[in-house]
């Protein structure tokens, strides 16, 4: 394969995704501070453990993104005629909230004074989700359920 052949191939996945990916990403910011917003005011005025409360911040912010997503990130790829859209993105996102989770875990345990600095850590482990959400829920949403093409 030549060179003009493969940045042509590129430039066409990139144009492919860009719409898409820019809205999936003002959503994923939207949520990471709705995310914050809650962790903080869990830790900060009732009390709990940074832990425990990420748990909670991170179920919260799920339920935001799906509905935000299904409406507005992937309305280009057509409405998705299956029922239930919710269990199966939650299923997404809580694999990524796990990869999210563990970074997080590790920058916090690795680095203590990242627990008077949690936007550090929740963002290292935004981070590390956000692709594997953004591919994974891209064929979600998707009207027909395969894969979407580039």
């Not at 409360?53 to 991170?58: F, L, Q």
């Not at 989700?129 to 949403?141: E, K, P, Q, S, V």
């Given at each position: 394969?030549?060179?003009?052949?493969?940045?042509?191939?590129?430039?066409?996945?990139?144009?492919?995704?860009?719409?898409?990916?820019?809205?999936?990403?003002?959503?994923?910011?939207?949520?990471?501070?709705?995310?914050?917003?809650i962790l903080?005011?869990?830790?900060?005025?009732?009390?709990?453990d940074p832990?425990?409360?990420?748990?909670?911040?991170?179920?919260?912010?799920?339920?935001?993104?799906?509905?935000?997503?299904?409406?507005?990130?992937?309305?280009?790829?057509?409405?998705?005629?299956?029922?239930?859209?919710?269990?199966?993105?939650?299923?997404?996102?809580?694999?990524?909230?796990?990869?999210?989770?563990?970074?997080?875990?590790?920058?916090?345990?690795?680095?203590?004074?990242?627990?008077?600095?949690?936007?550090?850590?929740?963002?290292f482990g935004?981070?590390?989700?956000?692709?594997?959400?953004?591919?994974?829920?891209?064929?979600?949403?998707?009207?027909?359920?395969?894969?979407?093409?580039?």
């Amino acid at each position: 394969m030549k060179l003009a052949s493969i940045s042509a191939n590129i430039g066409t996945l990139i144009d492919a995704h860009a719409g898409t990916f820019t809205r999936f990403v003002a959503v994923g910011a939207f949520g990471f501070l709705a995310d914050y917003a809650i962790l903080i005011y869990l830790v900060s005025a009732l009390g709990a453990d940074p832990f425990s409360a990420r748990v909670i911040s991170v179920t919260l912010a799920i339920l935001l993104t799906w509905a935000l997503n299904k409406s507005w990130s992937f309305r280009t790829l057509g409405r998705n005629r299956r029922t239930g859209t919710l269990l199966p993105y939650y299923g997404i996102q809580l694999t990524g909230a796990l990869l999210n989770f563990a970074t997080y875990s590790l920058f916090l345990i690795l680095t203590p004074f990242a627990v008077n600095h949690l936007i550090i850590p929740m963002a290292f482990g935004s981070a590390v989700a956000l692709f594997f959400n953004y591919l994974l829920g891209r064929r979600l949403f998707r009207a027909d359920g395969r894969r979407a093409k580039a």
